[in-house]
């Protein structure tokens, strides 16, 4: 079983950059594909990126071009740049652990990030 914790998040102006990381313990993090999900209040949580062992990565249409996942796998960690922020970007951002062996997901406790002037 994988122990996530995010860390990262904060408040930035709009326009402005924040980089969120994800740090692992408990499993490499070799047979996971990793992900960073947000949910904003009374909303449902939605997928920001993903990036699979391989580092093929998938990103929201809402934030392709602004947000780039990465992956150190030697680090055990995940990264999510973010720039160009706006006031709907506005979230509590999880990082997630998917198996692919066992197909069971792990989520950290979250990381506030919160875009205004």
């Known amino acids: 079983q994988v122990q996530l914790v995010e860390s990262g998040g904060g408040l930035v102006e709009p326009g402005g950059s924040l980089k969120l990381s994800c740090e692992a313990s408990?499993?490499?993090?070799?047979?996971?594909?990793m992900g960073w999900y947000r949910q904003a209040p009374g909303q449902q949580r939605e997928l920001v990126a993903t990036?699979?062992?391989?580092?093929?990565?998938d990103y929201a249409d809402s934030v392709k071009g602004r947000f780039t996942i990465s992956r150190d796998d030697a680090r055990n960690s995940v990264d999510l740049e973010m720039r160009d922020l706006q006031p709907d970007d506005s979230a509590l951002y999880y990082c997630?652990?998917?198996?692919?062996?066992?197909?069971?997901?792990?989520w950290g406790q979250g990381t506030q990030v919160t875009v205004s002037s």
């Open positions: 408990g499993s490499s993090l070799i047979i996971y594909t």
């Open positions: 997630s652990a998917q198996s692919v062996i066992t197909n069971n997901n792990y």
């Open positions: 990036i699979t062992s391989s580092k093929k990565t």
